[in-house]
DNA sequence: CTGTTAGCGCTTTCAG
DNA sequence: CTGAAAGCGCTAACAG
C-alpha cells in the first residue's frame, strides 16, 4: 500500500492541502460538514500524518525521552511507566532509553536529544560521571528535568526532582528498631552520589539522636571493601542487629543471616537474605508526574518563574502501586 | 543559541549546502582537506543534524520502537536492555514503550508506528487481546517483529522469536525432581495465551514420561480461582511437593511453604516464600540480539526469503547477565 | 571534486 | 469559510 498525504486526500476532495490539514485538527473555521467529509476520506484512505514532516515545520516535536540506567531498579522502571501515563494525558509520546551508566552511551542519547526528535528530556544521571554531553543542550535551553539523581553542578534547582532522602534514611531507622533492631551497621557508597549521602546523613543522626550505637561499612574509595566486608558480617547473627545498605547486586554477604536488612527502593539479594528485610521505597508516582508537569512547562514556556527544588516526601514503604 | 543548519555552515565555509551534507557524512568523493575543514567549523558552531528534516526527506527514521507490556518483568526489561546494545551496534537507536497491558496504550503505539519516526517494531503482545490496530502496519509492509508471545495469527512464522517454552516446561521438571521434589503442583493460565500453553504442555508430557504424579492448579475462566487454590496450596507443606507455576504477582498463597517452587523468568513473590525457588530463565540475549537481527534485515529488505520460526532454546538457568 | 535543483509532507500566515 | 504560497532542513540525482 503506497503512503497517503494530505495531497492525497485533499485532491480526492477537491479541496487545498491546507483545508485538510485543518479538518484534521478540527479547525473551529470549517464547516462542519466539510470536516466530516474529508475526515471520513482520510479514514477510508488510510492517512496517517508524517510526524517528521510536522516536527520539522513546527520546528518542534512532541515525545518526551525517559533516559535512565537501567530498567533492572525499581526507581526506574517504576518511574518510567508512572511517567509514561503522565505523558499521555499531557498529550506527549514517551520514549525510554537506556544508558547503562556508560558514559558513551549517556553521550549518544544526549546527542540525539538536539536532533530535533525531542520535545524534552527527564534523566536519571545516576552512575554517569560526567555530565558535559548536556552542555550544549543548556546553550540551547533545551528542556531538561533531572530526577532521583541531581546533577551536582549548577544546574537550576527547579529542575531537579528527587525525594527527601534524608527523611527516608531517618524513617527506615525508625522501622528497623520498630522490628527489634538494636545496633546497627551502615552500609553506604557516600562518595557515589548526593542521594546515598544523604541516606547516610539521615540514617547517622536518627541513630545519634537517638543513642542507638553503629558500625560503619568498610570503605574503598568511593564503594565497599566487599572483603574485609564479608568478615565483619560474618559476625554478625541476631536479629537484635541491622544492616542498612543501598541495593546492593551482590549481596552474598548478606545471606542467611538472622539479622534485619533495611535497604532502600528494592531488594537485589536473594530470595531468602535474612529473617527480615525491609524496604524503602521512594514515591515514584509523584516523583514522575512532578517531573513531567514540570518538564511540560519549560516546554510551553509556560512557566519562567523559578520553581523551588522539589523534595517529594517519603513515601508509604512496601506499597506496589505499578502493574504487578 | 539559535540553532545551526547546514546552510550556516555552508555560507561560513564559501561551499554548497550538499557539500557540508557530504563532509558529514565523510563522502569518499570529497578533498580529505575539504572534509576536515568542514567538519572542525561544524564541531566548532554545535551544527546538529535535524533528523526530522534528514527522515523526511529519506522517507525512513532509523528508530527502532521497542514495545512491552511493562518493565516490571525481567523477560522484557532484560531483552529491552539487550536490544538497546545491540541495535546501537547496527546503527539504530532504540526507544522503549510501555503498554502496560492497555488496549488504547497499545492502539496508540502501533498508530505512532506509521508516522515517520519508526524505522520498524519489536513487539511484545503479553496481555493484548486485539491486535487489529496492526492491520494497517501489515498492509503497510511496516517491519514488525514479534517477541515471546507471538501473534497467534497469520502473521509469518518468521516474524516470532521465541523460546523453546515446551522444553523449558520440561526443563523446570527436571529440576524440581533433582531438588527433590516427587508430587508437582501445576499452576498455569493455559487459556491466556501460547507460551504457558506449551510450558504446561511440557511439563505435564515430562511428568507423564517419568510417571511422576501431579494435580492441576484450579482454574476458572482463563485464570486461575485464587480461594479455590489457597486452600489447595494450603494442604501442601513437605519439600517432596513442587509447584510449577508462571510468574505470580501476587503470590500470597505460596507464602512460607515448605514446598519448592518453579517458576519461569523471575519470581515475584514474597523475599522468603517457601523452602527452594528455582527460576527458569529466558535467554533473553539471544532473543533481542536475534529479533534486532531479523527487524534489521526486514528494514534493510536484505533478505525476502522466509525465515523459519525462531525458536531459542532455554538458557541456563539463574543466570543474570545484565546491569545488575 | 563540487554546485544546482527539486522536493520530502506538513503548517501557517496572508489573501480573499 | 477556503485557497495560495512559502518554507522548515536535509538529501540525492544530475550536471558540470
Redesign the interface.
Known sequence: ?P?VTLYDIARICGVNASTVSRALRNDARLKTETIERIQSVAEKK?Y??????R??KRGK?E?I?FIV??????V???S??FA??HA?DKGY??????H??DQK?FD?AA??M????SAGAIINRRDIRDLSALD?LR???FPIIFIDVPPERSYGEGLVVTTDNEAAGRELVRRCIDAGARQFMLLFRRGVNAVERERFTGAARELRERGVTWVNGITKGDGLDWEALDERVALLGSSQEAVLTFAI?HADALRRKHCTIGCFDD??GE???AER?IVAEQDYETIADTAVDRLANLIDQTDGSDHPLARIPVSDYLTRK???
Chains 1, 2 share one sequence.
Open positions: 500500500m503512503k488510510g496517517r500524518p508524517n510526524l517528521a514532516a516536527y520539522l516535536a515525545i525521552w540506567p537501567t530498567l533492572g531498579a525499581s526506574d522502571w517504576k518510567a511507566e509514561t501515563q499521555h509520546d514517551l520514549a525510554i532509553t537506556v547503562h551508566g552511551v549518544r546527542e540525539r538536539m536532533q530535533g526528535l550544549p546553550k540551547r535551553n547486586p531488594w537485589l530470595a531468602r537474605p528485610v505499578s502493574y504487578f
